[in-house]
């Protein structure tokens, strides 16, 4: 009985940290944060949210190794500073 109910307050806690964790992203974002310059005429576009969601997945997978939380990690062993990893 004791171990049952333990599992249920595990299981309610999990459930409601990603409730909040959910929702919160899609609250962080509003209109004018998700309007960006579109080009050198200075116009600009919104960006849906399903559009950040995948432009957020693509940084994690392509650039999240070397810049991550808006810095970037000149630690990696292929780049000295010197180096442009794009060249
Ligand atoms: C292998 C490591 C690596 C990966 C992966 C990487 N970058 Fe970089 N990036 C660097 C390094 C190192 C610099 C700094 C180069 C310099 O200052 O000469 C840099 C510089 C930049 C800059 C120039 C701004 C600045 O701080 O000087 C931008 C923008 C950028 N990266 C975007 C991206 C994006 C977008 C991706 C994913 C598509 C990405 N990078 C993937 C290593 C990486």
């Known amino acids: 009985m004791f171990r049952r109910l333990i599992g249920v307050v595990v299981v309610t806690v ?7 964790v959910g929702s919160a992203t ?3 974002l509003d209109e004018a944060t998700r309007t960006v310059k579109l080009n050198e005429q200075g116009d600009t576009v919104t960006l849906s949210l399903k559009q950040v969601k995948e432009g957020k997945r693509l940084f994690q997978y392509a650039c ?14 292929r780049w000295t500073l010197n180096q442009k990893p794009w060249r």
């Open 14 to 20: 999990l459930l409601t940290f990603q409730l909040v």
């Open 26 to 28: 899609a609250v962080e």
């Open 64 to 77: 999240a190794q070397c810049h991550v939380g808006g810095v970037t990690k000149t630690n990696q062993k």
